[in-house]
């Protein structure tokens, strides 16, 4: 779902990097892997985030979550302010 975002992003002028450069920039630079999850167990888990009805937020938040409260890397104060774990 990130990289989703981050090419709409892209698409829409808020990011000058498509998707697939900043995965590859993360891959190389820091060893980040996209996460393995089974895509319906995070859609599922995505169901209780009600905070926000933005779903790319919904996704991302629930996801970090269902890895175990991983670290979530977000610059959004609407994502901090609901997920403890956010970096930024």
Same mark, same amino acid.
């Given at each position: 779902? =990130?990289?989703?975002?981050l090419?709409?992003?892209?698409?829409?002028?808020?990011? *000058?990097?498509?998707a697939? /450069?900043?995965?590859?920039?993360?891959?190389?630079?820091?060893?980040?892997? =996209?996460? /393995?999850?089974?895509?319906?167990?995070?859609?599922?888990?995505?169901?209780?985030?009600?905070?926000?009805?933005?779903?790319?937020?919904?996704i991302?938040?629930?996801?970090?979550?269902?890895?175990?409260? *991983?670290p979530?890397?977000?610059? /959004?104060?609407?994502? *901090?302010?609901?997920?403890?774990?956010?970096?930024?």
């Open positions: 779902m =990130v990289l989703l975002e090419e709409y992003m892209s698409e829409v002028g808020r990011s *000058a990097l498509r697939q /450069d900043v995965l590859r920039k993360l891959e190389q630079e820091l060893g980040v892997a =996209v996460c /393995d999850l089974p895509f319906a167990d995070v859609a599922r888990a995505a169901l209780d985030e009600k905070w926000t009805r933005d779903p790319f937020d919904r991302i938040v629930a996801q970090a979550r269902l890895n175990g409260l *991983a979530l890397i977000s610059s /959004d104060e609407e994502i *901090a302010e609901h997920y403890p774990r956010t970096v930024w």
